[in-house]
């Protein structure tokens, strides 16, 4: 068996955009003239294709990421003619869904980015393109809703340009906007599309309207420039005067040069909605976005040594592939979505997960379509593929070849910073909750599962409030739990007010082996962001090297158990100064509960110093609600950081403690009869102001 498709002609992308700029819209769209679905449903009905789970159809937002396999022939390019595949990964645009965002974007080689034409960049894009800043995914724009009354193509583009830093080059030009939207000028081959009717018909290569020549021309010379910083031939013919002689293969050899090196963002136009604009991002998906094998190998480490190895985007070499997404099916149990990234993975075959060292067998293989899975017996470097069957596997997770293991890097860690405790009714429910969150942990990293030490209730902590609002509908709705579940709250750490250095002398003597550990420690707290910093300061072998771990890890587990409330330690340092040992009795274990106990008594006399999160928040309002804006934001202990003018909105962005924004983003809603907006995201861990700081954690707020 070998590929359908060569590699060259895949296209693994993502849509990302701020909530309701038409995400699903347009992939549903996309989806549409891809061919695989006849009829699109429209997001308000609750019927589209990739929405999946049901709170998502209540909701009307994505939550999930689903992957989804298309083909798309270009009309115009360098790939004219050729069939590609299309993968396209769904992304949420919700803060609270970060997680959703960051694996998307770590498995995905390309994305347009889609925008609301009458806002330009609104703040949540902001937040999504950085993020794909940090993945360095090349990227395309799409200016969306460009037949909604106020949609202004100049604005967008200008925004991308003002408030992303990009460098954005628009490669067509709308015909009319708003209601007047009716067809574009394609400035590569200065050609015009002219919409027909709603069904997504049009005439193309039609001559640019005499109305629009001028605009056309300006903006021509404007992608000649851009095209001649990024490719010499371009550039010759652009200091020579030659302008004429720029042709469409310059300009596409260029476009897609620039995005692949991400020095230029090409901008599309259209309305996914009316279903105008879209045979063309997809011709431009194609010509310009990466194929795999454009990009650099993929790295990984070797597990257990600090060996690096690449994986080139082959299918003859070993296999590597990463479990990036989870979901839950009733019909057919746990589906593991994984991007290949080399080799050929087989149905049936043995992959090693290095990450818990367990063998899985891989079952059956598919390729999610919009509408059906096609089950397939390979898939090869490149592909996005669903697999069943595999047992151990969490999201973040590496298969590979037993032979020769790799660990690719997983997705960034996730501070949570919201918990709340959920109490099952009965033993029989507790075997259910225990079950449904088991589920859900796995599929998502970002959501973490820990008892209370003291009531012995099950604690959840996630991202945000919604993020915990989702986890624990899914555990009542899906999973059928039947629990009482608390208010949700802040999730606390502590850290250390003042270096000390603490003696411990750990002896037990219960008439068999004892156990003798000594140690001195120096005791206090390390910069933010730090967790442990441990030190091996002693001289002249005072505790063995071999010992030290065991001490490392006994202050590792009381800092995670906490010394105050369950609350988690944070941000000490510790440095192991001296201690001594006894020529029989002096074990690891031993060490370890010196160095916990140790820790403790420390704490006692170093100080706790309670921290907590502090989001970073932007409030886009009309001017009319500003004072109230600013007013409400000062009473929940807000700094405001900045306010700038966004066309007729005002921006705000400020710091503000969690303990004082729940409910913030649905009260600020309704008192803005809906015209105020809010996204949030972890700023920093921040003192508690020292008035609060000897109260118990639920009196803070
Ligand atoms: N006028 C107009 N409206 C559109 C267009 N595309 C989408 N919409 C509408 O905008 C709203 C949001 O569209 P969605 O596709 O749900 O947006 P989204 O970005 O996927 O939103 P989330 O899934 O919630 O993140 C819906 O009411 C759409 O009907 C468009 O091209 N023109």
Redesign the pocket.
């Known amino acids: 068996m070998s590929r359908s498709t060569r590699i060259e002609r895949y296209r693994n992308i993502g849509i990302m955009?701020?909530?309701?700029?038409?995400?699903?819209?347009?992939?549903?769209r996309v989806l549409f003239f891809t061919g695989r679905i006849h009829a699109t449903g429209?997001?308000?009905d609750g019927t589209t294709e990739l929405?999946w789970l049901p709170q998502e159809k209540k909701r009307?937002?994505?939550i999930t990421s689903a992957a989804t396999t298309a083909f798309w022939t270009p009309t115009h390019g360098r790939a004219a003619g050729t069939p590609h595949r299309v993968n396209i990964l769904d992304t949420?645009?919700?803060v609270d869904f970060t997680i959703e965002v960051e694996r998307s974007l770590r498995v995905l080689d390309g994305a347009v980015a889609?925008f609301d034409a009458s806002q330009g960049v609104e703040p949540q894009s902001e937040a999504v393109w950085r993020q794909a800043d940090r993945y360095g995914v090349p990227r395309i724009a799409f200016l969306?809703?460009?037949?909604?009354v106020g949609a202004d193509f100049d604005m967008s583009v200008t925004s991308i340009e003002e408030r992303l830093g990009a460098r954005p080059v628009a490669v067509q030009l709308p015909l009319g906007e708003g209601p007047e939207f009716r067809g574009l000028v394609d400035l590569v081959r200065m050609r015009a599309v002219l919409f027909e009717g709603e069904e997504g018909r049009y005439l193309d290569d039609q001559p640019v309207p005499p109305e629009a020549r001028e605009q056309a021309e300006l903006y021509r010379q404007r992608l000649i420039e851009a095209a001649a910083d990024v490719d010499a031939g371009v550039l010759e013919k652009f200091v020579e005067g030659r302008l004429d002689e720029v042709t469409a293969e310059d300009l596409e050899r260029a476009l897609r040069a620039g995005t692949l090196s991400r020095t230029l963002v090409p901008v599309l136009c259209?309305?996914?909605?009316?279903k105008k604009g879209v045979q063309m991002l997809l011709d431009a998906i194609v010509n310009y976005l990466p194929a795999p094998s454009d990009l650099p190998s993929v790295e990984g480490c070797v597990p257990g040594k600090e060996e690096r190895v690449s994986r080139p985007a082959s299918d003859a070499g070993p296999p590597a592939a990463l479990a990036f997404k989870l979901m839950n099916d009733k019909a057919v149990g746990s589906i593991v979505f994984l991007r290949v990234y080399s080799g050929t993975l087989r149905a049936g075959t043995v992959l090693l997960n290095p990450v818990t060292g367990k063998r899985e067998r891989v079952g059956r293989l598919m390729f999610m379509h919009a509408n059906r899975r096609e089950e397939v017996a390979e898939v090869y470097a490149g592909d996005i593929c669903a697999a069943l069957g595999l047992k151990g596997v969490r999201t973040g997770d590496t298969l590979s070849d037993p032979e020769a293991p790799v660990v690719l890097e997983s997705l960034g860690v996730m501070e949570p910073v919201v918990q709340l405790a959920v109490e099952a009714r009965s033993p029989a429910e507790l075997t259910k909750l225990e079950e449904g969150l088991h589920r859900l942990a796995a599929e998502d990293p970002s959501l973490r599962v820990g008892v209370d030490p003291e009531s012995g209730q099950v604690l959840l902590s996630g991202m945000g409030e919604l993020h915990l609002e989702v986890v624990v509908d899914r555990l009542l709705t899906e999973y059928g739990v039947e629990a009482r579940v608390g208010q949700p709250k802040v999730a606390y750490r502590d850290t250390l007010r003042r270096k000390v250095r603490q003696e411990y002398r750990h002896v037990r003597q219960t008439g068999g082996p004892g156990q003798y550990a000594h140690v001195v420690l120096d005791v206090g707290p390390a910069p933010r962001g730090a967790g442990l910093v441990f030190v091996d300061d002693t001289r002249g072998g005072s505790i063995p090297k071999e010992l030290v771990p065991a001490i490392q890890k006994g202050v590792a587990g009381a800092m995670d158990r906490g010394v105050r409330d369950g609350i988690p330690l944070v941000d000490v340092e510790v440095r192991l100064v001296d201690g001594g040992t006894h020529v029989k009795d002096s074990t690891p274990q031993a060490f370890s509960m010196a160095g916990s106990l140790a820790l403790q008594e420390a704490v006692k006399r170093a100080g706790l110093l309670a921290l907590e999160p502090v989001m970073e928040v932007e409030v886009t309002t009309p001017e009319e609600y500003l004072g109230d804006v600013l007013g409400d934001l000062a009473a929940r202990r807000g700094r405001v950081q900045g306010m700038e003018a966004r066309g007729p909105a005002r921006v705000v962005s400020a710091r503000v403690p969690m303990a004082s924004l729940f409910g913030y983003v649905t009260g600020l809603r309704g008192r803005t009869q809906g015209r105020a907006q809010a996204s949030m995201r972890l700023g920093a861990y921040e003192p508690v102001p020292e008035a609060l700081q000897s109260l118990p954690a639920e009196a803070r707020a």
């Open positions: 955009a701020h909530i309701d700029a038409g995400k699903t819209t347009l992939t549903e429209e997001v308000h929405d009307g937002i994505t949420p645009g919700h889609v969306n809703k460009m037949d909604k259209g309305s996914a909605f009316k």
